[in-house]
């Protein structure tokens, strides 16, 4: 049966991790190094064994096979057969071997690179990937089986099983309960691929920062290795959370694109960390610098991956007690002690080995603003941190409250949540301190920088910056400080990056004899990690405008209307025109809205809010309708409605400035990763060199 093969090839790659982990130590202890190939085989044989599990998950699926409890959850027979294969991550089994079949095909695929140069880097970046794999394949196959089936007796009760308990028949029901309607969202159909993405690949720049550890490599080697691997593991991390705010905001009704949930923010911590370790790592390969800094960034990234896949796995950020009754959340929360503390102990062995060659000369230099950057984001992290487990922290005090009464009227037991507002006023500053650095930072000088060179460099940009700024307080009704000072960070950023293209593709031009145009161009090819950089600070910027918009300057109102009355809000105005309800082939019940929008006492178009509700799964859905611009967008909901005799239905609108600017952003900010991640065409490869030969060289 395909089930059985399926769950045979979970329990076979389980097998062929922990040989792989016993042949690599074995044959790195022994110096034997045809014990680290079959290590490498065995890494290389766990993608095939779990493509094999995943497709026949797939294929369960598809074929609408509800004796299994996993496709009963996640499908029904009404379903297309696309949102039948998605439904694959749509459900927490099926997730967790789709998390684990793409760590397997990332760590198989470094494993296949020439490791002639590198070769005591193998058998440790082996171990690191397969005991990650081994954890996920013990979660799935002990506690998260998907493979799972129905039976039942004579009495009539159904229990699963994976294999046929005695005196029980197999039980088929006649359909599934369908898959969450907000997981049907295009949005949410790649989102989460390209969160796991994110997540496993930062496996490998993490393996080979242990491995660096285990074999005493302190040179910059392990990051020049994983540069790419860490630039493509942020780039799909940035994705995935940028589509799970578009898909919040299609979806979810209530106007915005990010809720400060702890779901989100457990996504958000290991990219608070990812980030500023990618800048870091310059300064170790430009300055031999922040090696203590680039260790504890990406062994902290590695375990916020598997924290935030903790938290929202376990059912710990429910409760303590849905933790305490969770099968894997001591599982999860073991696994992370363990690996912090066993690299935590590897880095202290290591911890004078990884002193840095140059030292901070000035607190204006590129290096200075570079750790500051880091501080920054780890103080954002801090904040996040404390937001996701206050809750769980007062709930836990509670409970001691409960178990000790002389203490009780200290702790009452209560679980106490932080909200948005919370996230937005302890963050906001902090995110107007990386605005305001990512200016600052291209125009200091390595090593040696003065308050006088960087107010030069300063002077231009900050003077047009301040130009724009009049004009928009002269032409719009924008008069709090807080948003015309984050207007003014955004403005600065701009004239920095335009400034700092323009100066230097005006110097190319001049030496080589060039085209202005052509001279940029081969400016951003020959240094496409740079200007790749510029292009991504670009792209934040404009992300950062479409959040001020509607962070600072979003509207709403509601209220009840007949047939043919208006609403107004602020230029914008909608006229109730009719509403219709009906079943559609996909078991779904549609009521659908039309709405008449004006703006500025002009018809600018219909818009047609609906609420889909789903029979099989019991849930609705509710689908806004929205007018866009770069402007802003008219964004309506059908909050209720009256049966058909009175057709009276209650509306929500939101106005909101500028949001589009947050995706038009994200495509700038995509474009740029996809530069500075591009080889560069004279980019030859160095012979590495000792410390000494390197001192000598400054010397």
């Not at 990650?132 to 506690?143: C, E, K, M, P, W």
């Not at 796995?313 to 305490?324: K, P």
């Not at 700092?500 to 001279?519: C, D, K, P, Q, T």
Request: with cysteine; proline share 4%; hydrophobic share 50%.
């Amino acid at each position: 049966m395909l089930a059985n093969f399926g769950y045979g090839a979970l329990v076979i790659s389980l097998a062929v991790s922990l040989y792989g982990i016993g042949a690599a130590i074995y044959g790195e202890r022994n110096k034997q190094p045809r014990w680290v190939d079959s290590a490498r085989n065995a890494m290389l044989l766990t993608f095939p064994l779990l493509t094999l599990a995943a497709a026949s998950i797939i294929i369960l699926l598809v074929t609408n096979r509800f004796e299994l409890d996993y496709v009963y959850s996640v499908t029904s027979r009404s379903m297309p057969t696309y949102l039948r294969v998605t439904a694959l991550w749509g459900g927490q089994p099926g997730s967790l071997v789709f998390w684990s079949w793409l760590l397997s095909l990332f760590t198989s695929a470094v494993t296949l690179r020439d490791w002639r140069r590198d070769r005591e880097f193998l058998p440790w970046v082996i171990v690191v990937a397969l005991v990650t794999l081994a954890f996920f394949l013990v979660l799935i196959i002990a506690f998260e089986n998907p493979f799972l089936r129905y039976w039942t007796g004579s009495s009539g009760a159904v229990v699963t099983a994976m294999f046929q308990p005695r005196g029980l028949e197999l039980f088929t029901p006649a359909d599934g309960r369908g898959l969450n309607p907000l997981l049907r969202h295009p949005g949410m159909i790649i989102h989460p691929p390209l969160l796991y993405l994110g997540f496993v690949s930062l496996t490998i720049p993490f393996a080979f920062a242990i491995a660096a550890l285990i074999t005493g490599r302190t040179d910059d080697r392990w990051i020049r290795l994983t540069r790419r691997w860490t630039l493509w593991a942020w780039l799909f991390l940035s994705l995935g959370l940028i589509l799970g705010g578009r898909w919040a905001y299609d979806v979810l009704g209530w106007g915005g694109y990010w809720g400060w949930d702890p779901v989100e923010v457990a996504a958000l911590m290991p990219w608070l960390t990812a980030t500023p370790f990618l800048h870091s790592v310059m300064i170790q390969e430009k300055r031999n610098m922040f090696k203590h800094w680039n260790m504890l960034l990406i062994i902290i990234t590695y375990d916020l991956m598997i924290l935030g896949t903790f938290l929202t796995r376990s059912g710990v950020l429910s409760s303590v007690h849905a933790f305490a009754q969770s099968a894997i959340g001591p599982m999860f929360f073991g696994y992370i002690v363990i690996t912090l503390a066993v690299s935590l102990a590897l880095l202290s062995r290591r911890w004078d080995e990884l002193k840095s060659e140059g030292e901070l000369t000035s607190w204006l230099s590129r290096e200075a603003l570079f750790l500051i950057n880091n501080l920054v984001f780890i103080a954002i992290l801090v904040v996040c941190l404390w937001g996701v487990f206050f809750p769980i922290l007062t709930e836990a005090l509670g409970i001691v409250g409960q178990a000790f009464p002389s203490v009780a009227h200290i702790f009452n037991g209560q679980k106490v949540t932080v909200g948005p507002l919370f996230y937005e006023r302890a963050t906001g500053p902090l995110w107007a301190a990386l605005l305001l650095l990512m200016g600052i930072a291209p125009l200091s000088a390595w090593r040696a920088s003065t308050g006088r060179t960087l107010g030069r460099g300063m002077v231009a940009p900050t003077i047009a910056s301040v130009v724009a700024l009049i004009a928009v307080a002269a032409f719009s009704e924008v008069r709090q400080w807080a948003a015309l000072l984050a207007i003014w960070l955004c403005f600065f950023v701009v004239f920095v990056t335009l400034y700092e293209f323009i100066r230097a593709a005006a110097a190319r031009a001049a030496a080589h004899s060039l085209n202005f145009i052509v001279a940029l161009w081969q400016l951003a090819g020959r240094n496409r990690r740079r200007y790749g950089g510029y292009i991504i600070h670009l792209g934040v910027v404009l992300m950062a405008v479409g959040i001020i918009g509607i962070e600072m300057f979003q509207t709403e109102t509601q209220a009840s209307l007949k047939l043919g009355e208006t609403l107004a809000l602020g230029r914008y105005s909608i006229r109730y025109d009719s509403l219709a309800e009906f079943d559609t082939n996909d078991n779904r019940n549609v009521a659908r809205a039309v709405v008449t929008v004006f703006k500025d006492g002009r018809e600018v178009g219909e818009l047609y809010p609906r609420r889909d509700y789903f029979y099989e799964s019991d849930q609705p859905m509710t689908i806004p309708g929205v007018r866009a611009s770069l402007e802003d967008d008219f964004y309506v909901l059908l909050v209720d409605w009256q049966p058909i005799s009175t057709q009276n239905a209650t509306f929500k609108v939101y106005h909101n400035p500028l949001v589009n600017w947050l995706w038009l952003g994200s495509l700038v900010f995509i474009a740029g990763t996809f530069v500075a991640a591009w080889p560069e065409k004279d980019a030859q490869p160095q012979p590495e060199r000792s410390r000494a030969a390197r001192a000598a060289a400054r010397a």
